[in-house]
Structure formats: C-alpha cells, structure tokens
C-alpha cells in the first residue's frame, strides 16, 4: 500500500507537471522533422534555395523528376523529346493532376509558370534558368512545345532542379502572386496547413494526390537553426529526424539506443576557387598548391573519413565525373614544380587565401590545413575569413585573392551546373577569368547532342585540373539523424522527402 | 497632466534621435562590402543581369540620393523589401514583433523577480559570512551568457531531464490561433487554454536563459540603494518609533531605493531586446532577433534597417515609460 504523504504527493506533482510540458510522441501516422532553415517564399519559382527544396517537392510537383540514384524520370511530364538542334523540346502531361483546390493541371499551367509568369515581370528566380525560352505552345491540356533561341540542351534537368514547380495558372491570376505566396496551392504530395515564420510548418496529406499516397498523415517541420539544438532535439525525441548536425556528433549518436545516424556523400562539392593571374598566374605555382593537398587526410580530419576525394568539378557517379583520373598528391613533385618557377622552402610563393568560417561544417579549419600543407612544399599562404555574402561582393569586383574555399551544390548532377557556372568567366561564381578555356566552357552551354554534350564536359573538367582552373578538393557529405523507426528513401543529392517517410 | 507633457516630450524628443539613427544605420549598412544586388539573384544570373538588378534597387545612385528616397517612403509607411524574402519590410517586423515583445516581457519579469528577491536577500545578508558567497553567486550568474544558459538549459531539462519543450512555441498537435499576432493574448482570447498552456512551456526555458544574466546587476543595484536608504533619517526615526525591520524595509525603505533600480530596469529591457537574437535563435522562437540574425546572413539591407530602427524606438519608447513611472512614483519630481 502506497502511503501519501506531502513530500511524495509533490514529488508526484512535479514529476507529472514536468511530464506533462513535453510534448506529445508522435503519432504513428505523423512524424516531426527538425529543419536547419526556413522557406523564404511559398512562391516556389520566387527563390532558389537548396534547403528548401525538400519541402516544396512535398507541397508541389516538378515537371520531371529525379529518382534516387539521380536519373531524370517522367513525373507530370510523361514524354519528353529534345528536337535534334535541342532549339524546342516537346512535353506530353498527365491528365489526372489536380491542384489542391480540385481544378485540373493542364499544359496551360506548365506555359503560365515557365514564360507568362516571366514575361508578366514578376521577381522569379526561374526567370534566369529559362532565360532560353521564345515561348510555350500549348496544343492540348496535355501536350506543349517549348522553344528556345539558342541550344538549351539541359532544360530537362532544369525542370527537375531549383525553383522548377508548376504554379496554377487560374488560382494565381484571381489572388496574386503576393496572395498565393500567403496560401499556397501545389500539386504535390502534402497540403500546407501553417507556416509560422522562422519556427515551424504544418503539412497534411493530400488524400488526392495523383501519385503514391504518402504513409503519414501529419508532417510537422520545426525549424530549427542552431546545429546543437538540432543535435539535443532527436536526442531528446522532441523531434523524429533532422539534418545538417555536426560530423563529430554523428559518432556520439550512433552509439545511441534508438537512434540511427548517417554521414552520407552528396552532390556538393568542397572545392578551392582560383584566379588567374596575381600570385597563381604561373600554372606551375597553380599545380604544385594542388598536389600539395592531401585530400584523403582533410576527409579523415573533418568528415570522419566520409568525405570522398574528388579530382574534378564534380562527384563520382555524375555524368561529368572521370572514374579513372587522378590528381595524386604528391609533395615532392609540389617543391619539383616550385623550383621550376624559382621557389623553394626558403623562398616560398606568396599567395592570398579566403575562406568563410561557419558556412559549411569545417570550412575554416579545412582552410587553416591547407595553409599547413602548402607551407611544408614552399607556399606561403595568407588566410583571410571572409563572409558568405561579403564573397559576393569580393567576386563581382574582381577582388577575390588567389584561392577561395568554396562549397557549391548542384542536386542534378548535371556537369553543365558544376563546370559551366564554376568556371564561366561570365558568370558570378568564376574568379577564373582566362578565356581560352573561359570561351571553351562558355562553348560548350550550346552544344546540342546529349553524347557530344557530356564528352565535352568531361574533357573541359580535366582540362580545367590539368591547367590548374581548378582545384577540386572533397565531395561533400550530409548528415543525417533520426529515430531507428523510422524509414525513408536516401536520395543521393541529400533530399529527405517526407513523403518517402513511413515507421517501421 | 505633467505625466503626459512629460511623456509627450520625451516622444517629441525621439524625433529627431530616431532620424540620426536611421541615417546612421543607412551608411552603415551601405558601405559594408556586401553585395545585396548579387544576393538577391540566382547562381546562375549573368553578371549583366545583377547590375540590371542593382539599378532596381537604386543601389548605383549616389548615398544621399539613396536615403533620400529610403526617407520619403519610411515616412510614409513604406520601408521597402527584403532583398531575401521579397516581402515589404514592415510585415515581416510586424508579423515578429509580437513575439519578441511576449519572451521579452517575459524575459524581464524572470528578472525583474530574480533582482528584486536577490537585491533584498543580498541586502539582508550583509555584514554576514554568507554575504561573499552570495555576491560570489550574483558574479557567476552575471558571468555567464544569455545563449550559454540557453544551450545548458536544453542539455539539462531538454535532453537529460526530457523534461521542457524547447523548439518553437506550441506543441506540434496545435494550431496557432490568430487574432492580435501575440500568441498569449490570442490564446486567452479565443479561450484556447490548451494553446495557453503550450506557449507558457515553451516560453519558460528562453525566457529564464534570457532574463537569468540581467538580474544580477538589479540585484547590486537595489542593494546598494538600500544600504544608501537606510544611513537617511527617517530610517532612524522609524526604528526609533518601534517600527519592525521588516516593516521599515518594505514600506519605508524600498519605495525610495526602487527608484535608480527602475531606471536600471529600463535600460535593462532595452538590452534584453537586443539579447534575444541568440536566445531566439537557440530555441526557434519566432521573434523580430531570428529574423535579425537572418538579414545579417543574407545581407538584407531593408530589414537590418528596419529592426535596427524598431530597436531604437523601442528602448526610447521603454525610457520615456520609465521616466513616467519615476514622476508617478516620485512626487518631489512632480512638483518641479
């Protein structure tokens, strides 16, 4: 018999005040997932955010889509055919496609979304990925025609990467983008039901979702910044799931019971960015820094191994990426090759060096390593932490030192998304400003033939290590941690869908 | 009467404190080597397109020109767009506010609760052995920072106790109501109690990590006013009338040392502002500082503007309270 006196009858008090603040488990057809940021706009064509993309693809459709391993498959397009000249590309929709609000998706959503919209001036991001586009013919609800006025051969792949989701034509034109942007309405999987700024979203299943019907009800996203936080709300069950944790906090999770945690490669990049001219003018002193990073030890150092080394712009697996070149490192042909230019350890190359310092785990310590590395071959390096948006700045005035650490993510795969923007001297990512192999990468966005396509890239991306364009240094990796119950599709560009999630 | 001339010239006041600022904070922000206009495009924008952009912006024009403009339309409401969100300003400060407002408030009571217990218990242990221990307490306390207590607070009742929520505001079954944009107020007044509650267990944690290292200079303050207080004469003559200790301190004592502690916890409530970036940050509260530490991020020169703005009228706004209160609570200054 249990005796009630007052200091047990408070304990019990306490215990269950305490108990009662947590929230509730989880119920079996829901699950909570802790997101390291916020969608800036609901008008998915609006902004390209990476972060978000897993979110929109639960509320929205894209034309096309990407399956796990990467390859573009049928989604709301059915059929698609890129003319020979790859100068119009010709689309086929399903028919059972309805908007949340009921109204059919037809071919004359897809025409409003990728040229009216653009046309009409409004402020989307999508506007520069089909900069290409005269127009969209629309010749049933089912089937249309895009033209271009020059070789767009990677449309494809845009209409299944950022900011590519069909909006509703009718529903837009009656509320405003401004208004949709409040109350959005997809095609997709999830139905937004809240959004509160900075702190969380509440999606529900879409019972008349043309597709798979997802296995959970309720998707609750909490968005939560603070890595730690992030860390202390799946060890604490507060959350189901959550990304982007430390790579050192992986290891300590594993050990947990009940919880499952993975450090998996994706399509992102850890690379150096280099100039052309000032101190790395000379491609010996360009090479001899390359092959004096000992990428395998900062993968070791950094990403608990996980990290893969990568020899060009772009990750094994992707259609640009060459499996049986290497660029080895090698310190003794690093001091060989600065010797040639007249440098050696007593009299080092002087060169400048930037990295960001928090915006993509370990980039400063990374940076500080590499300084390490090249001192010992007879580089002598100047570190200077820069921030994310003061980079920017620095690369449209031309202003970026010799070598930047830089991480840059294209979920496609596509070598055009890697090589072509990192190294076109026209666009706002190259500190590469040479045009002899500048007017080659620039070349190479208007090739049409899909096989002649990835072969130029190819040769670009060795061509571009050999000369010493390019320093690519890691394939990045993402983690991941959640509850061992917890099931869901990996999808090899870091994507954690919720639709893919069910319990076990 | 006098307490609203006086309040009305302390606002009057702000004016043109509230221009400086603003001026200030726009050059400030505009020769920061930030690239708004890059920012604000796609990785794959042409570099003619962000100058196009930049153009859009007005950001090629001369600075005086620029504020110029930034000034015509501030007075009439209209602060401009995120560069990132692509929203007017004001709607996203607005939708913000409220919530840094409520941790604020609640942040204030933690401390203002905190100080004042701790000022009269420091008061009353001194000349005794414990007295070093206790202001050895009141250091440590003050030593340690806001989002240093946050992250402790979610290792201790978070993780190791699983006792306190400590993400956002309400549990993940609940829906937010919405009537005046604070979460507490609009609770009450839909009589949603379950949400009431929710948001009173999420608020705990930040507001106790937030209000924790302002209450000990409260506690220093009224302490040392009380010590000043009692070497007065009417201390003495009270004590001499028979009045009891506890008496003399409360009723006597404290209504004149609570003066230069109020001015404190004013000037207190403006910082604690400020301090909530981090401690909002920390636990996803959806206030006006995580909007902040975002503009900061993406170099989001309308909202930084605008929340540095909103700060400055906020802490005017809060001393010319203050300065209300003292008239109120001090007739001597009345008279004057």
């Given at each position: 018999m249990v005796a009630f006196t007052r200091r047990n009858l408070l304990q019990t008090a306490t215990i269950g005040t305490l108990m009662g603040a947590l929230p509730a488990h989880a119920a079996d057809d829901g699950v909570t997932i802790g997101w390291p940021s916020d969608v800036t706009?609901?008008?998915?064509?609006q902004r390209f955010t990476p972060d978000a993309q897993s979110i929109f693809k639960a509320v929205f459709d894209q034309p096309l889509d990407q399956d796990a391993k990467l390859k573009l498959v049928p989604h709301l397009i059915t059929k698609w055919d890129m003319a020979p000249d790859a100068r119009s590309l010709a689309l086929e929709f399903r028919d059972d496609v309805l908007f949340h609000d009921g109204s059919k998706m037809t071919a004359a959503d897809f025409r409003y979304t990728f040229f009216e919209r653009i046309k009409a001036g409004h402020k989307v991001d999508i506007a520069q990925s089909m900069r290409k586009v005269t127009d969209i013919e629309v010749l049933s609800p089912t089937k249309a025609v895009m033209h271009f006025d020059s070789p767009a051969p990677t449309v494809p792949v845009w209409l299944a990467f950022l900011g590519s989701f069909i909006v509703p034509k009718a529903y837009m034109e009656k509320v405003s983008p401004e208004a949709f942007a409040l109350k959005p309405i997809g095609t997709g999987p999830y139905k937004l039901v809240e959004h509160q700024m900075n702190a969380r979203i509440v999606l529900e299943r879409n019972d008349a979702y043309w597709g798979p019907k997802p296995a959970l009800k309720r998707v609750t996203i909490e968005i939560i910044k603070d890595p730690s936080a992030r860390v202390a709300a799946v060890q604490s069950g507060q959350v189901d799931i959550t990304t982007s944790v430390p790579v050192r906090e992986v290891t300590r999770l594993k050990a947990q019971p009940g919880l499952v945690a993975d450090l998996t490669p994706v399509t992102k990049v850890i690379i150096l960015q280099v100039r052309n001219d000032e101190g790395f003018a000379d491609s010996n002193i360009r090479l001899a820094a390359h092959h004096a990073i000992d990428k395998k030890a900062l993968s070791q150092a950094f990403y608990a191994g996980a990290a893969v080394p990568v020899s060009v712009l772009g990750v094994p697996g992707s259609p640009g990426y060459l499996e049986d070149f290497t660029f080895g490192f090698d310190p003794e042909l690093s001091k060989q090759l600065l010797a040639k230019s007249g440098f050696s350890l007593d009299k080092p190359a002087k060169i400048r060096m930037a990295s960001t310092n928090g915006q993509f785990p370990s980039d400063y310590d990374i940076a500080r390593a590499i300084v390490q590395m090249w001192k010992k071959v007879g580089i002598e390096a100047e570190l200077e932490v820069i921030e994310y948006a003061k980079y920017f700045e620095l690369n449209r005035g031309n202003k970026l030192p010799e070598a930047t650490l830089y991480t840059f993510d294209n979920a496609t795969g596509d070598p055009e998304i890697y090589t072509g923007y990192l190294m076109n001297p026209k666009l706002p990512f190259s500190p590469w400003k040479d045009m002899t192999l500048g007017q080659k990468v620039i070349d190479q966005f208007n090739v049409a033939d899909e096989k002649a396509r990835i072969a130029g890239w190819r040769a670009l991306n060795k061509e571009a290590t050999e000369t010493g364009a390019a320093m690519p240094l890691l394939q990045s990796v993402m983690t991941v941690v959640r509850k061992k119950s917890l099931e869901l599709t990996p999808y090899g560009n870091g994507w954690i869908l919720p639709q893919t999630m069910r319990w076990g | 009467m006098i307490l609203l001339g006086t309040l009305g010239r302390r606002l009057l006041a702000a004016v043109p404190i509230l221009f400086v600022v603003s001026l200030l904070l726009f050059v400030a922000l505009r020769v920061l080597p930030v690239d708004p206009a890059a920012m604000s495009m796609?990785?794959?924008?042409t570099r003619d397109e962000i100058e196009a952009a930049r153009r859009d912006m007005g950001l090629d024009r001369p600075l005086v020109e620029q504020y110029g403009v930034w000034f015509d339309h501030a007075v009439r409401g209209d602060f401009g767009r995120s560069i990132h969100l692509r929203r007017p300003a004001a709607g996203l400060v607005g939708e913000t506010l409220p919530s840094t407002i409520e941790l604020a408030t609640a942040a204030m009571l933690v401390a203002s609760v905190l100080g004042l217990a701790g000022g009269l218990l420091l008061f009353a242990l001194r000349d005794r052995p414990a007295e070093t221990i206790a202001e050895t307490g009141t250091t440590l306390l003050m030593s340690v920072p806001e989002f240093l207590w946050a992250l402790l607070f979610i290792f201790v009742f978070g993780v190791a106790l699983q006792a306190m929520p400590f993400t956002g505001r309400l549990d993940p079954g609940l829906q937010r109501p919405m009537v005046t944009g604070f979460l507490l107020l609009d609770a009450v007044l839909t009589l949603r109690f379950d949400v009431l509650r929710s948001a009173l267990v999420h608020l705990v944690l930040p507001a106790i990590a937030l209000g924790l290292a302002f209450a000990p200079p409260i506690m220093r303050v009224l302490r040392a006013s009380l010590l000043d207080t009692y070497h007065e004469d009417y201390i003495r003559q009270a004590r001499l009338r028979g009045i009891s200790e506890t008496r003399i301190l409360l009723r006597h004592a404290l209504k004149n040392a609570i003066l230069p502690t109020l001015t404190l916890m004013g000037v207190q409530f403006g910082f604690l502002f400020g301090g909530s970036l981090l401690v909002e940050v920390i636990y996803s509260y959806p206030g006006m500082g995580n909007l902040m530490v975002d503009a900061v991020r993406n170099a989001d020169l309308p909202i930084i503007q605008l929340v540095g703005l909103t700060y400055c009228v906020v802490v005017l706004t809060i001393n010319s309270l203050v300065d209300g209160l003292y008239l109120v609570l001090n007739p001597r200054l009345r008279a004057r």
């Open positions: 706009s609901w008008d998915p064509n | 796609p990785p794959n924008a």
